[in-house]
């Protein structure tokens, strides 16, 4: 009986050994399972962050894209705008180069003109000296010497 009962309490004093681990082992299961419950809040959060991040990110994408195309448009308009400008700035070119051609065709035109007139002005004045000079013989022979009237006095 010795033997039994010491046997019996080895068994319980290994049966509350056994209680002490269980419980032990439920104790760290418990706080296995809230680390595991923490952690997967954790990542959770984690994933949302994520999920919003890559979601700034996508609208920072497009925006940037429609900047970019933007700013490629209105390249492409200043470039225009900058060939328009420089048709328009060719053309006065050429405008103003043929308004001088002109300008220098009508002055050497005046002056040819200013020139043919003082001939002709010469001309008619040497006509008119030479038109004085035949009729003054005539009209000194054609009046008496004594009194000149006055058509004589007016062609002098």
Same mark, same amino acid.
């Given at each position: 009986?010795?033997?039994?009962? =010491?046997? %019996? ?5 290994? +049966? ?9 082992? !439920? $104790? ?12 997967? !809040? &954790? ?5 949302? &962050? ?8 996508? @609208?920072?994408? %497009? ?5 970019? /195309?933007?700013?490629?448009? #209105?390249?492409?308009?200043?470039? #225009?705008?900058?060939?328009? /400008?420089?048709?328009?700035? @060719? ?5 103003? $180069?043929?308004?001088?051609?002109? %300008? ?11 020139? #043919?007139?003082?001939?002709? !002005?010469? #001309?008619? %004045? $040497? ?11 005539? =009209?000194? +022979?054609? *009046? ?7 058509? =004589? *006095?007016?062609?002098?």
């Amino acid at each position: 009986e010795h033997t039994a009962a =010491a046997r %019996a309490v080895e068994i319980e004093r290994r +049966a509350d050994d056994l209680k002490a681990a269980l419980t032990a082992a !439920q $104790d760290a299961a418990k706080t296995a399972a809230a680390e595991m419950d923490a952690e997967r !809040q &954790r990542h959770a959060a984690a994933a949302a &962050r994520l999920d919003a991040v890559a979601t700034e990110l996508s @609208t920072v994408k %497009a925006k940037a894209e429609a900047a970019e /195309q933007a700013h490629q448009e #209105q390249r492409k308009q200043s470039a #225009q705008e900058a060939h328009r /400008q420089a048709e328009r700035l @060719t053309q006065a070119e050429a405008d103003r $180069d043929a308004a001088r051609r002109e %300008a220098g065709a009508a002055r050497e035109d005046a002056a040819k003109l200013r020139g #043919q007139v003082e001939a002709m !002005q010469a #001309q008619a %004045a $040497d006509l008119m000296r030479v038109f004085a000079e035949h009729r003054a013989p005539e =009209a000194s +022979a054609a *009046k008496p010497a004594a009194k000149p009237s006055a058509k =004589a *006095k007016k062609g002098e």
